[in-house]
């Protein structure tokens, strides 16, 4: 039987946990390019000179980013949840006791 030693099995949690940490990032990144095109979309409503099809693909660009920030998010939380699961627990290699 193989076994994965404790450093290696310390070493990937670490890993799963740094990408968490970026995906949770990214998400805030669109959050904030979404905050940003919506930013934007109010301000050419008040500019005459806009064109007419600028705010309907800049709207449609702001929920793209929102969409991708929740799936970010969500892919995070499923990694989480893989790391956790994946943990060995206290004892689990420990005998039984005499």
């Known amino acids: 039987m193989v076994t994965e030693s404790a450093r290696a099995s310390a070493a990937r949690a670490d890993e799963l946990l740094a990408h968490i940490g970026r995906l949770r990032a990214d998400a805030d990144l669109m959050d904030g390019y979404a905050r940003r095109l919506r930013a934007t979309v109010t301000t050419l409503g008040g500019c005459p000179a806009a064109p007419e099809w600028s705010r309907p693909a800049l709207e449609r660009q702001a929920a793209a980013c929102a969409s991708a920030a929740v ?19 206290r004892g689990a290699m420990s005998g039984p006791s005499s």
């Open 71 to 89: 799936r970010l998010r969500t892919a995070a939380e499923a990694l989480l949840a893989h790391a956790r699961a994946d943990r060995p627990t």
